[in-house]
């Protein structure tokens, strides 16, 4: 077990573990706030077409990214508007914006299908980036260094700033924050914004870095993994990270074992996960009694200021 | 005589309809066939899929006016394949093609409940009155892959990114390393299964999972460019999958396994419109066009492309056979003696891998 080989296997769980971590630290805050957004999977996507046909054009990047964190905002805004202001079932319209999603991005992709993109990688110096071992530190992707900047940043905000505790306030008792004069809905508003930026951004991740072509459903059931990852993170920041990072590893062993010649667990087992632990997801939320003292009293639940 | 109702009349009536509508059913006989797929994934999936697209339309070029097709992309391989390939049915298809192995049991059903209607399972094996099999000589290709990653691996090892332990996929492993053993007796072929045909972020770092172990040629069995991008980015080979992928890795793609289906679909839809259809079992190969070699990576040496060139007429002549023995499998079991060939039925069932392969 060489340096080179253990470098080689972290680079890969690194890849595998951050367009999950963006999504989920994204879902995070919008769970924070009291909404369910179970529409990562649609937003990714919209991301990833987005992400892919602005580079083609532009040959810029970081514009690629950009405007992958708008389309995902921008959907997630449909989704805030009805499901805050027209009040409709959190679930089955994040289940809409899912689906509605996957439809979309493969509309729009179409037409870019076979097409390739210079891969989004490290802006750092070959020397350090391509480094037989300071490439585990520097040969990542921009995208890897935000995915960590931001999982910290919100963390801090979350914990230690007034912003943060009026965003747990509004997602622990939305009536009490109503009665202090917080505004609510927009406060959420804002929170459902910023996770559909960041699916936005983790969907670019496909596109741009691990593959850098257009594909139906690239995704392949990762924003499904990342919901879950909230759960499993018990809505924390510091059990999200590690959790995704967790992840990652266990997908890359498995890869490893079988290439290797024998198997951890079943590889059906793996195929089934994802939905799996978006059935977890939904039956953990359903009861509040389960993990209640964990997860934002408010969650899933439409704010009624009048009864 | 007076005109009561009687069981006589009503018997002589029915008769009557019965012939009439059979009349009516000729002067139907002008309306274009129509044609139905499914496919396993989007027909921009640049591979599979779109390997059978373009043979549906090649089909429809070919007989112009007599057919119509029509296909459903993205039909998983499960229970939800069913309802899709009765809509196709109800809706007049009279010929139906399900274009992965995993819609055996629905194409069985299908056919079960629809006498009427004609079913082509590809890479399956169960037939019926009114379903055939059809399945292309892939094998023949990765052996001229096989011999190719013999030649050019540096490190002795090569890799091979499968999907699901289907015949299909166990045989193309098969020819890959016997024809790869046949130039580097020493060769190791390490192989990983995803378990999917199409995910293309598990496609990358599964290569990416086999070029640190060591493999300097890889081959994938999956639908996506994405191995072939990994190997780009390594600096190792690679081979694209079902169609040319070399404007996706200009320097790693060494060939491609193309897969022609437009003569196949064409022949079929003919026997279906002249009443000549019999359930078979087709299995064409490099000799009948189904598998083609794409152009090879100038990057290639001279030597190797010879004897890439070599195999496929060895194929073509009927010379050559990958699987003729003696062969071992992985437990060290003779499974064809010397001087024998594998025949085609234990070759469509196939389960167990040669020697040399680490799974």
């Not at chain 2, 809509?87 to 006498?115: C, K, N, W």
Request: proline share 5%; charged share 15%; glycine share 12%.
């Amino acid at each position: 077990m060489s340096a080179d080989f253990v470098i080689s296997a972290l680079v890969t769980i690194v890849g595998v573990s951050t367009p999950i971590l963006l999504a989920a630290t994204g879902e995070l805050v919008v769970e924070k706030a009291g909404v369910l957004n179970l529409g990562v999977e649609g937003m990714m996507l919209i991301g990833a077409v987005t992400a892919f046909a602005v580079t083609l054009s532009t040959f810029n990047p970081w514009l690629g990214v950009a405007c992958a964190a708008a389309a995902g905002l921008g959907s997630s805004l449909l989704f805030g508007l009805l499901v805050l202001w027209l009040g409709s079932n959190q679930v089955a319209t994040g289940l809409a914006l899912a689906i509605f999603g996957i439809g979309l991005s493969s509309l729009v992709g179409t037409s870019y299908v076979g097409m390739i993109i210079p891969r989004f990688t490290s802006i750092f110096p070959d020397a350090l980036a391509r480094d037989p071992f300071w490439r585990v530190v520097f040969g990542y992707s921009p995208l890897v260094y935000f995915a960590l900047a931001t999982i910290f940043g919100v963390g801090w905000l979350l914990k230690r700033t007034r912003p943060g505790l009026v965003l747990r306030a509004v997602g622990e008792n939305d009536l009490s924050a109503h009665s202090i004069g917080y505004p609510v809905l927009p406060i959420r508003l804002a929170a459902v914004a910023f996770g559909g930026a960041m699916s936005g951004i983790a969907g670019s991740y496909f596109s741009m870095v691990i593959t850098p072509l257009w594909a139906e459903q690239m995704t392949a059931g990762r924003g499904w993994i990342a919901l879950a990852l909230v759960v499993f993170g018990g809505w924390r920041a510091a059990r999200l990270l590690s959790g995704a990072y967790f992840f990652g590893i266990l997908m890359t062993l498995e890869l490893y074992a079988k290439a290797s010649g024998f198997s951890l667990l079943p590889s059906q087992f793996w195929a089934a996960m994802p939905y799996l632990a978006a059935v977890a997801v939904l039956a953990v939320i359903s009861s509040r009694e389960g993990r209640g003292g964990e997860a934002p009293a408010c969650l899933g639940r439409p704010f009624l200021p009048n009864g | 005589m007076n005109h009561r109702i009687t069981r006589r009349r009503l018997m002589q009536g029915a008769g009557a309809s019965l012939a009439l509508s059979a009349l009516g059913g000729r002067a139907f006989a002008d309306e274009p066939l129509k044609v139905g797929y499914i496919y396993l994934g989007p027909v921009g999936d640049f591979g599979w899929t779109w390997a059978h697209d373009k043979g549906r339309k090649e089909m429809v070029a070919a007989l112009g006016g007599k057919v119509v097709a029509d296909y459903v992309e993205n039909v998983k391989e499960d229970a939800s394949a069913l309802p899709v390939l009765r809509d196709l049915a109800q809706q007049g298809h009279r010929l139906i093609f399900t274009t992965s192995y995993g819609y055996m049991e629905q194409s069985v059903q299908l056919a079960t409940e629809f006498p009427n209607v004609i079913v082509e399972h590809c890479t399956g094996y169960k037939r019926a009155k009114n379903l055939g099999t059809y399945n292309s000589r892939f094998h023949e290709g990765r052996a001229v892959l096989g011999t190719i990653a013999g030649m050019m691996s540096k490190s002795g090892t090569i890799g091979y990114l499968g999907s699901y332990k289907v015949p299909e996929v166990v045989l193309g492993v098969n020819a890959f390393t016997l024809a790869a053993q046949a130039k580097n007796p020493n060769i190791k072929v390490k192989l990983v299964m995803i378990d999917s045909w199409f995910d293309p972020a598990k496609e990358s770092a599964a290569a990416e999972t086999l070029a640190n172990l060591g493999c300097d040629v890889i081959t994938t069995h999956t639908d996506s460019p994405a191995p072939l991008q990994l190997c780009e980015q390594k600096g190792i080979f690679g081979f694209g999958q079902g169609a040319d992928m070399s404007r996706f890795a200009p320097h790693a793609h060494l060939t491609a396994i193309e897969d022609i289906w437009g003569p196949y679909y064409t022949a079929r839809a003919k026997a279906v419109l002249d009443g000549s259809w019999k359930p078979d079992d087709t299995w064409w190969g490099f000799k009948d066009g189904t598998v083609k070699i794409s152009p090879y990576n100038p990057r290639m040496p001279k030597e190797v492309q010879a004897e890439a060139d070599k195999i496929q007429a060895g194929w073509k002549s009927g010379s050559y056979d990958v699987f003729a023995g003696p062969i071992v499998d992985q437990a060290g079991k003779q499974r064809v003696a010397k001087g024998e060939k594998m025949k085609d039925a234990d070759l469509a069932v196939i389960d167990w891998y040669v020697k040399g392969v680490q799974s």
